[in-house]
């Protein structure tokens, strides 16, 4: 089982930029993908951004151009820079790795979450 640990959330004025980790331990995460997820309140959780094992990244249209992940392998670590921060970026920012066969997911976890607040 592979255990999250997410940190570099806070409170952040409009325009702003974030930078947030997720250090995972228990197994070694170079074959999964990994990812960020963020809930705000009352509403569902939704994707942010994804990056596979081979480093292709894939975004959701609202965080497109503001948003870049990465990781490090070596680190066992997945970063997400957040530029230009808005209001309705505010919302808990959970971190996420799985592995794929197909279209199915399996050995999925979750990191338990860090709170990104944009306000002025």
């Known amino acids: 089982q592979v255990q999250l640990v997410e940190s570099g959330g806070g409170l952040v004025q409009p325009g702003g930029s974030l930078r947030l980790s997720c250090a995972g331990s228990?197994?070694?995460?170079?074959?999964?993908?990994m990812g960020w997820y963020r809930q705000a309140p009352g509403k569902q959780r939704e994707l942010v951004a994804t990056?596979?094992?081979?480093?292709?990244?894939n975004y959701a249209d609202s965080v497109k151009g503001r948003f870049t992940i990465s990781r490090d392998n070596a680190k066992n670590t997945v970063y997400l820079q957040m530029n230009s921060l808005k209001p309705e970026d505010t919302a808990v920012y959970y971190c996420?790795?799985?592995?794929?066969?197909?279209?199915?997911?399996?050995?999925?976890?979750w990191g338990q979450g860090t709170q990104v607040t944009v306000s002025s």
């Open positions: 996420n790795t799985h592995r794929t066969y197909g279209t199915l997911k399996y050995d999925e976890s």
């Open positions: 228990g197994s070694s995460l170079n074959t999964y993908v």
């Open positions: 990056i596979s094992s081979g480093a292709k990244t």
